[in-house]
């Protein structure tokens, strides 16, 4: 499976059998990092995504004192990947850029105290009004 940018120089390619979980983000930064009004990333083991082109990173503090990386690609700025101070040993994928809509439904919906309130979500997800710890 493989996850790219909009002109396709910046690509992830997801080893087979990997297994991803997938977070949906109500946060304030995602919503303008992503300019949607959510982000959805999933997260794979690290040694399971395979980067290739090149891509500029920005990295912000999280509000539970890590930090929080994202890498776009600097041709057509499309994000496609991510890194959590927290967990190091995790890759996220910026969902929509499998543009596949088999990729499934989220895990976990966090930080919905800023979620957009036409925004209906399944009860049978996981809701947190933070981060997973909040
Ligand atoms: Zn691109
Ligand atoms: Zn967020």
Not at 39 to 62: C, H, M, N
């Amino acid at each position: 499976m493989i996850a790219q940018c909009q002109c396709g120089a910046l690509t992830a390619t997801i080893a087979p059998g990997a297994e991803g979980a997938l977070v949906m983000c109500h946060c304030v930064d995602c919503q303008r990092r992503s300019g949607s009004q959510f982000g959805s990333i999933a997260y794979y083991p690290a040694q399971a995504v395979t980067l290739s082109g090149e891509a500029r990173e920005f990295t912000r503090p999280t509000d539970n004192g890590y930090s929080f990386t994202n890498g776009f690609c600097p041709l057509c700025g499309s994000s496609v990947y991510a890194r959590a101070s927290r967990t190091p040993d995790r890759i996220g994928v910026m969902a929509g850029a499998f543009a596949n809509p088999a990729l499934g439904q989220p895990l976990r919906s966090v930080y919905e105290q800023s979620r957009h309130h036409w925004i209906d979500l399944p009860v049978e997800m996981a809701h947190f009004q933070a981060g997973r710890e909040g």
